[in-house]
């Protein structure tokens, strides 16, 4: 579409010979033709071409062009001077470094550029630096060599050995490590990078060759996967073409090591170009099977687009299982085809909803990431909202104390609501839930129960349970209301068995009342559950299960509950778990410490692993990356690497890592001043 502007009619020196003189239309010439030349000049000449018709007046006429073209000419000039700015500050910035780095017993340290020849830039140095450079989480063994190859992302390829059923996943995932090599350009942005050059002849020829071996077949994440891998990287004696090697028993050992092989790559800043380590060699492997991540959408809800971020931060750091809390007492956000009402009844709105096309999208995400999604519905405690259609379908009170007030009687945070134990329906509906979970969520391989947190007294205050329990001979006392809590349990999880049709999936139990000391033999047969540990480190529960054979998965909150350390959200003052973990606790915090200290032995055979957990109260969609990252990744090498050093050993590549995260469209929370990261070691006490 063209813009036109019809031209100003001349005056007529008949009609207007009494209006003009010919000094004042020399004067309207030069003004008009200077407009005319002004940069953006076309509203203007326009603007003034409707002056010239309204004004009859040619002094009040010569005021009002005056003052347009001042205004002009000084926009110009302005115009003009910031052009000539950014080019000088663009060719400012292309000039030579005033800095460099130095390897120096295992740092980067900085220099003038005048200080020696084998000066390097930053990123290459932490690329190269140390036994393992900046790599997160640290390997189990890692060697990287001092020299690198530049090259251009379009010239990385993949040679591929792999079954059938796995390649396709091995070919998203290398999709995914071009796509982390492109994010290294600084100016990258929706999916592309402006790689400019100039670039000599080797950088332009340069190959990155990834030569991958699948050995087997398992496509899905268990809890016995195997997850090693070995990489080693070769350059050609004539520097032409850099090969990784990468040999891995399953798909999901093969994907960690494309994370370890990108960040054996970085950005050269003065190249414009990629630069990978000429030569490098890991052997790794988690030390634990079971490396989480919790995060609750029922409190405040968080989009699938921030749940992928979590899984992409979690991918670029090994961890391998995103817990979804997905439901609880205050909404009911999943939508279930053959239970609309619950999300109908129990979702904020109609848009804060997941659907069953989104979830199943969601876990192919993750799992090409080597992450498995692990639902939990909560219960019997934390139902509420979701379940209060059942009373007008004739099928009477599924959840109890919904809602209900005085909350600090009835529930540990508001809103409160329990399964009503008295009614024989809810185990249809837990029923109808386990086996549209199941199939939404597939292949699933663990389940989480929830099953903490019930209030004996919302049960005992709902006269319809305490009637029940009378009648049945059950009793009203404290551990009567406990036997039937495990009669729950036991039920639900023949529910699970029975959805399952014959898999094998895991059951999930929270620590609880009970799950405390001489309550375990009620329903908790060590083989049926595994208990996750939310207490804190010096519990003795922790000894107590250990010495039954129980499974653990640790979560203590004194170490890794991301939520805890703000302001109240009841009443004033901090909330209940206080202070803040800082990502050093989280690094710090070592399962199999804990063990040892409580028992005597670590209890490698029995501890999957862990967990930290973000709860929602006062996190959304805006602010979960910041809560979470990087903090999980402190967490992840601690699961991953479970080294027998502290945080101060690993903050170099901490704050680097952190950095990464960022790049990968991750919104992580600084650490430090920027300085410190071109300072190593500088920032202690």
Known sequence: MTATCATPQRPSPASHATMHTRGQRALYTRLYRSVARAQHSFFLVCSLARVIRRNATPMRFLAVITAVVVVVLVVVNLASHHAHATATTANFFKMPAPWGWRCEDGRCVKHAAAGGSDLVPLNQCKLTCGGAGVLWPLPASASVGRRVSLFLPQNAALRPTCPAQVCPLLQEAFVLFRDALQRYHPDYTSGEAPWAGPWDAATEAHALVVAVTVEGAQAHLTLDMDESYSLSVNTSADGAVTTATIVAPTFFGARHALETLAQLVDYHETRDALMVVQTAAVTDGPAFAYRGLLVDTSR???????????????????????????????????????????????????????????????????????????????????????????????????????????????????????????????????????????????????????????????????????????????????????????????????????????????????TSELTKPGRLNLSHNSSQYIIQIWSTQDDPVIGEMLAMGHRLIFSNHDAWYLDCGMGAWVGDGNNWCSPYKGWQTVYDNSPHAIATSLTGSPNTELILGGEAALWTEQADTNTVDAKVWPRAAALAERLWSNPSTSWQEAETRFIHHRQRLVQRGVQAERIQPQWCHQNEELCYL
């Open 300 to 510: 405040n809800f968080v989009t699938v687009a921030a749940l992928r971020r979590t899984v992409d931060a979690m991918a670029a750091s090994k961890l391998n299982t995103l817990h979804w809390h997905i439901t609880d007492s205050h909404s009911f956000p999943l939508a279930l085809r053959s239970l609309p009402n619950m999300a109908y009844y129990g979702a904020y709105s109609a848009r804060q909803v997941y659907t069953p096309a989104q979830v199943r999208d969601l876990v192919q995400y993750a799992r090409v990431r080597g992450v498995r999604l692990l639902p939990e519905l909560d219960a019997p405690a934390h139902v509420g909202n979701g379940w209060q259609w059942a009373e007008k379908e004739g099928l009477g009170r599924l959840a109890v104390c919904v809602n209900q007030e005085p909350w600090q009687e009835l529930c540990v945070e508001p809103p409160c609501g329990q399964l009503n134990l008295a009614n024989p329906a809810i185990y249809d509906i837990i029923g109808q839930i386990y086996e549209e979970m199941l199939d939404i969520f597939a292949p699933v391989d663990i389940f989480h129960y929830g099953g903490d947190e019930v209030n004996l007294n919302c049960w005992n205050s709902t006269q319809e349970i305490n009637s029940w329990m009378t009648a049945n001979g059950h009793g009203v006392d404290e551990e009567a209301y406990y036997r039937q809590w495990a009669v729950f349990q036991e039920k639900a999880l023949q529910l699970l068995q029975k959805a399952a049709k014959g898999r094998k999936v895991e059951g999930v139990l929270w």
